[in-house]
């Protein structure tokens, strides 16, 4: 399988001085920027408002990200060490995980949007944490 | 399951990613880079680092949100309205240093600094026009300069208009 880290176009490094944001590719899907990009013509607000979210854990110690409004460890221990970005009164949702051999990366997998009826019974924001754990997994196997 | 076996739901997401072409790229890092020029998220990114401030000071200092209310001599549903809802919170430069001095904090200034120019793709075609022009619509004021970038970047209307887009 091909795994590839991906910049975030656009971001700045003065938007990211303590945590460098990835994506990750999997054989080139790319689905955290992916959703950036649809995001932005779906959801111009709240679009706006995750970018925030994410240059607050770029500008970030992780020891100083106390704002449970940008940044949420998921509360199933089954998935383990992965969280969500988020933002006040906003759908959207990025999920990420530190990498394992530099945590100064964050790296971001999969996304999800509250309420969305397209996605159905089986897309729920459990599940997607479920798929960030797994693309955690295949990403740390292939950095042993 | 085996190891480079991924499971139907992953299988499914991927899947049904298209792979983004370089143009979808570069839009998204125009669009990103140009919020560093969108005053509102400059406020909003402001507001959040103070409130971020605030929340790891009162870590530091083991102050939950009733002591600092206590404190500050606030309502609890004060405090909690600007540490919970901050975006809809607009915090006066008052309010700013009362809260931070209740922490033993002193704010510093606020510092100003030049923007950086972000080479959007309306601005790479403003590079391309004529020295008339730019003088024209107050973009240099130097009639020998030959800069890639205008001294601002203001909005993008600019791309959108055909006569510039065939000019460039």
Known sequence: MRIELQDIPGLSDEHQTEHRIKSLSLNGADRARTALLNWKKDYGADWKKLIKAICYVGTNERKNLKNPAYVKKCDNPKHGDVYELRANRCKLRLFFFYDPTDEAVVICTNDFVKNDSRRGKSGGQDAAFGLCAEMKNIYERSTL | MKQDE????????????????????????DAVAALDFDPEFVAD??????????LCA???????????????GKSRQHVGKILDKEKTKNFTIDTIVSLSMTLGL????????????????????????GIEERLRLNWCNDPNCSCAEPPVVADESYAADESYASAA
């Open chain 2, 106 to 129: 002193r704010p510093q200034c606020i510092k100003l600094e030049p923007m950086k120019a972000v080479v959007t793709q309306a601005a790479v075609m403003r590079s391309k026009i």
């Open chain 2, 45 to 54: 990114c402001i507001k959040g680092d103070f409130v971020n401030d605030i």
């Open chain 2, 58 to 72: 009162m870590d530091d200092q083991g102050v939950n949100k009733n002591q600092l209310a206590k404190k500050w």
């Open chain 2, 6 to 29: 991924l499971s139907p739901e992953l299988q499914a997401l991927l899947d049904e990613t298209p792979i983004l072409t370089e143009q979808e790229v570069k839009e998204l890092g």
